[in-house]
């Protein structure tokens, strides 16, 4: 019988890094990376391009759904916050996570997920719980330079009020909402560097993975 894979989780609220560092983690052990947010953006683009029923968007995903090239935009995450309130778009996701986290692709020894509800809902057994978080000025920084990088003109209080607006979305969902497990381990990367950030969480995921 083959070991049951070790799943990283990380949460927390809008740009606090989440992606960077899953990234360079998935990296440094090997493990297949999934990143959920792109689920719930992908549902929030299909139903802003398409209307219809989140919830059907959410159960016929497909990977073209999944390519769309809008998927990174500021309206797209803000349409991505709305339907992820709505438990049955929640449920029809839930399923692939927990598959991914149980089966990870590639035949890898370890997952690597991140969102806003691994540690406390789609995988509460992760053997380490990360919640990375900043503060909203850092944050909206770091998202701010991302959109102008890109070409796109939001004013930098524009991102900072969009920001705020999503999390506290996300954190007032009566389903699943933005929160740190109990047994998670908070990183604050507001004075961080990413190089940084990436050496806090590792060294909390390999003295986690020691235990
Ligand atoms: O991580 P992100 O900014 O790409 O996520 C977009 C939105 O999707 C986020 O505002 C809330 C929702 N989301 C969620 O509810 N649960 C997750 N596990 C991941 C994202």
């Known amino acids: 019988m083959t070991a049951s894979p070790i799943v990283i989780a990380i949460d927390g609220p809008v740009a606090a890094g989440k992606g960077t560092l899953a990234r360079q983690l998935a990296a440094r052990y090997d493990y297949a990376y999934l990143d959920t947010g792109s689920l719930y953006r992908a549902v929030g683009s299909k139903v802003l391009r398409e209307g219809g029923d989140p919830a059907a968007a959410a159960a016929g995903l497909t990977e073209s759904d999944l390519a769309a090239g809008d998927l990174r935009s500021e309206a ?6 709305k339907v992820a309130a709505l438990p049955e778009v929640r449920a029809a996701l839930l399923d692939y996570q927990r598959r991914f986290a149980a089966h990870p692709p590639g035949g890898k020894r ?8 691994i540690g406390t809902v789609v995988c509460p057994d992760a053997a380490v719980k990360l919640f990375v978080t900043a503060s909203d000025e850092v944050r909206a ?10 070409g796109d003109t939001a004013s930098f209080e524009q991102v900072l009020a969009d920001l705020r607006r999503r999390d506290e979305q996300d954190r007032a969902r009566a ?3 933005l929160k740190p497990a109990e047994d998670a381990h908070l990183l604050d990367t507001s004075d961080l560097a990413i190089e940084a950030a990436v050496a806090a969480a590792a060294e909390i995921v390999a003295a986690a993975l020691k235990r």
């Open 76 to 81: 797209v995450g803000l349409a991505a916050s």
């Open 110 to 117: 370890g997952a690597v997920l991140d969102g806003r509800d």
């Open 175 to 177: 389903t699943a909402p």
């Open 141 to 150: 920084r770091r998202r701010h330079k991302e959109l102008m990088e890109k």
